[in-house]
């Protein structure tokens, strides 16, 4: 972390089991090498994601939870939350909003990092995935004002669960970053976090080298060597 404010806790939301590897894998095993606390919460179960027509929706989403468990795991992460909603159903409204919230006042995260939700197509060469956008736009309306005022979702106060400001917030995915965190030292957590997720790595003995390149292209031009790219938002505190 580049900001003077000390960080405990971090929150990552991302829309399916390996969101989170493949976008900020590397540093997401940093920031827990470095001692902070970091939460993986995901907003679907992932039950669509695989081109497979003998699979089943619940047998696919077993598999994921428990790929996502074995991802954090090689992250140092300890905690993932599960939100189970259907992939490709994720629609950005109050419940979504209801559920992230509580998420920031349960754990209240100092940083959070999601999808940014500005980016439709990527490099004129793919569609954002719906769920990316919908997650990352809930992630930002929970964050402000959402969480920070105590009259939105009036049951939580009831549930011991007060109202949180989050002041730090990292988007992925941005066709326009502005931060680049050095993943090198995290970079084979990073490739072990990901080759977890075996249901959607097709060509297993070929992930590092394509993350690495990737990687390597990122740091370009930034005095790094293995980076990942982020637009980040520091709101006033």
């Known amino acids: 972390m580049t900001d003077d404010a000390p960080v405990q806790r971090a929150l990552i939301v991302g829309a399916h089991p390996d969101d989170p590897e493949f976008s900020s894998g590397g540093t997401i095993a ?3 090498q470095q001692g902070i606390e970091v939460t993986i919460a995901l907003t679907t179960n992932g039950n669509k994601g695989t081109s497979d027509l003998k699979t089943s929706s619940e047998r696919l989403a077993v598999l994921r939870r428990q790929e996502q468990l074995d991802a954090a795991k090689a992250s140092g992460v300890k905690e993932v939350v599960f939100l189970d909603n259907n992939d490709c159903e994720l629609v950005n409204n109050l419940e979504l909003r209801e559920q992230i ?5 349960t754990y209240r995260p100092d940083v959070v990092l999601t999808h940014d939700p500005r ?3 990527l490099g004129g060469r793919s569609i954002n995935h719906p769920d990316h956008r919908a997650t ?3 992630t930002l309306d929970a964050i402000f004002p ?5 009259l939105n979702f009036p049951q939580h106060l009831k549930e011991g669960l007060l ?3 989050v002041f730090d917030v990292y988007l992925w995915g941005a066709e326009d970053p502005n931060t680049w965190v050095d993943i090198t030292e995290a970079f084979d957590l990073k490739v072990a976090a990901i080759r977890c997720h075996k249901t959607q790595v097709r060509e297993p003995e070929a992930v ?5 390149e990737r990687s390597a292209r990122v740091a370009e031009g930034h005095g790094m060597e293995l980076a990942e790219a982020f637009y980040r938002i520091q709101l006033p505190r």
Do not use: F, M, N, Y
């Not at 959402?146 to 105590?150: E, F, G, L, S, Y």
């Open 101 to 105: 919230v509580r998420l920031i006042r």
């Open 119 to 121: 980016t439709i197509t």
């Open 30 to 32: 940093l920031w827990a």
């Open 208 to 212: 590092e080298k394509r993350v690495r």
């Open 146 to 150: 959402t969480a920070r005022d105590p």
């Open 163 to 165: 109202p949180h400001k």
């Open 136 to 138: 990352g736009q809930a």
